[in-house]
């Protein structure tokens, strides 16, 4: 069984400018995470998104926005890019929202500003 | 790929040895918590998970142990190999809104390095 995949896998963008990063969750997973992972630390979450609506936000700015679609697969748009920016966003999907439900991750989306 | 190891706490051990990677969590209210590896250019990979009615669960080749009177998860990986190198986070599973936002927060990570 596939798992979760993001697309791309590696992107370069420049301040300023917007980026749209994609997720596929694991079939049958109804519920997608999203976080960023800045080189050297542990992932931070972004996002949580379940049934198409936002369960759960992270400490980061407006610029920061996601959707979910019908077939569960997710969007995570960045507008007005920072150098700051730079990272791995990591998609995460699980079978819920609920209590002790494993979040099982992609391998990214390696995200460089200039 | 990129190393996700850069300035992490470093466990080197050798190859056939046991391995114990610790934890400290920050939130007294988790109740879940998960061990993860991630090797360089990958996303984090479960490996197990423990609930905060246990103290102890075991998979093949790893044992979490969770001490909740001082906050603090360890992973045990027995008879470790070359390819147990990896970046290993704990992480505590964080529920708000009455359940309906469920979010994991994740330790700093440990870098272990497994010499043949």
């Known amino acids: 069984d596939a798992g979760v995949t993001q697309s791309p896998t590696h992107l370069i963008k420049t301040r300023g400018q917007q980026v749209t990063l994609r997720c596929s969750p694991i079939?049958?997973?109804?519920?997608v995470s999203w976080y960023q992972q800045v080189l050297g630390q542990g992932p931070q979450f972004i996002f949580q998104?379940?049934?198409?609506?936002?369960?759960g936000r992270g400490n980061f700015p407006d610029r920061f926005s996601a959707r979910q679609f019908p077939n569960y697969s997710s969007e995570l748009n960045v507008n007005a890019l920072l150098l700051g920016d730079s990272a791995l966003y990591l998609c995460?999907?699980?079978?819920?929202?609920?209590?002790?439900?494993?979040?099982?991750f992609g391998d990214g989306t390696r995200l460089s500003i200039l | 790929g990129e190393s996700v190891g850069l300035h992490l706490p470093t466990l080197s051990v050798q190859e056939g040895d046991n391995s114990i990677i610790n934890c400290a969590y920050s939130?007294?209210?988790?109740?879940?918590f998960i061990w993860y590896k991630q090797e360089s250019g990958k996303g984090p990979q479960f490996i197990i998970d423990?609930?905060?009615?246990?103290d102890k669960r075991q998979g093949q080749r790893v044992t979490v142990l969770l001490n909740k009177t001082v906050k603090h998860l360890s992973l045990q990986i027995a008879a470790t190999q070359p390819g147990d190198s990896a970046v290993y986070f704990c992480?505590?599973?964080?529920?708000?809104?009455?359940?309906?936002?469920?979010?994991?927060?994740f330790g700093t990570g440990t870098l272990l390095a497994v010499q043949p």
């Open positions: 995460a999907s699980s079978l819920s929202q609920g209590a002790n439900q494993p979040q099982h």
């Open positions: 079939s049958g997973h109804k519920s």
């Open positions: 998104y379940y049934e198409k609506e936002e369960r």
């Open positions: 939130n007294s209210a988790s109740d879940y």
């Open positions: 423990i609930r905060s009615n246990m």
């Open positions: 992480a505590e599973n964080i529920m708000n809104y009455g359940g309906a936002t469920n979010k994991l927060i």
